[in-house]
């Protein structure tokens, strides 16, 4: 929750993360010293982050086996996957995404329909 209660959440993905100068250069008028000084302090917290979810005494890994599935709160769980040598075996990975409020509608109509079959 940030200052105002309100949720937010964090996109970590440094292979797709590109500098932050590179986009102030194309805006001229946006990059001055005050944004440099936000910048150098952005990158101090990021590394500080990144030494967090780096830290492989806080991560959870699980290989799963043929016809397992794993499901996660995809805004609320930090997650990945190793790499894995192509020599050794294959990876096929399927990611889908779903709306909670529809999920837990269709689950409220479900349990409806079973309470009526029930009486």
Do not use: W
């Amino acid at each position: 929750m940030d200052q105002f209660n309100d949720e937010f959440y964090v996109n970590y993905a440094p292979p797709f993360q590109g500098p932050i100068e590179s986009l102030l250069s194309q805006h001229p008028l946006l990059y001055n010293e005050e944004n440099d000084i936000k910048i150098f302090e952005f990158y101090q917290a990021y590394k500080r982050f990144s030494s967090f979810i780096e830290n492989d005494d806080l991560k959870f890994k699980i290989t799963l086996k043929p016809g397992e599935l794993a499901i996660f709160a995809n805004r609320r769980v930090l997650h990945g996957r190793t790499s894995f040598d192509q020599q050794s075996g294959e990876r096929h990975l399927k990611g889908a995404y779903l709306d909670f409020c529809a999920l837990k509608d269709k689950f409220r109509i479900l349990k409806a329909k079973q309470r009526k079959q029930e009486k």
